[in-house]
């Protein structure tokens, strides 16, 4: 069973948006923080969200701050990220990620690519 399963990637327009999810399976969810990170070739895996838990704290890359939203449904297991008014450098492929302590699980990532 894959821990993490990220879905909603795909081509959007400059100042177009996008809705990610990540589904979350074989670990009790609500114990870990989650985070979104995203990665472009020659370049190192940057963080640009994260949230807690209990979803009452959220940080965001200064890149991305008042343009994307992260938030977590606890009963769904399952975490998003809005992403609006999208530039062509978000294009990147985005990765979940979910730690706690030393445990750490990622997803497989999915494409966003801002274009037109």
């Known amino acids: 069973q894959v821990p993490l399963v990220e879905s909603g990637g795909g081509l959007v327009q400059p100042g177009g948006s996008l809705r990610l999810s990540c589904a979350a399976s074989a670990f009790t969810f609500n114990y870990y923080a989650m985070s979104w990170y995203r990665q472009v070739p020659g370049k190192e895996r940057e963080l640009v969200a994260l949230?807690?838990?209990?979803?009452?704290?959220?940080q965001y890359a200064d890149s991305v701050k008042g343009r994307f939203t992260i938030s977590r449904d606890n009963v769904k297991n399952t975490m998003y990220m809005q992403m609006n008014s999208l530039k062509p450098e978000d294009t990147a492929v985005y990765y979940c990620?979910?730690?706690?302590?030393?445990?750490?699980?990622w997803g497989q990532g999915t494409q966003v690519t801002v274009s037109s």
């Open positions: 990620n979910a730690a706690r302590g030393s445990a750490s699980y």
């Open positions: 949230i807690t838990s209990d979803g009452g704290t959220t």
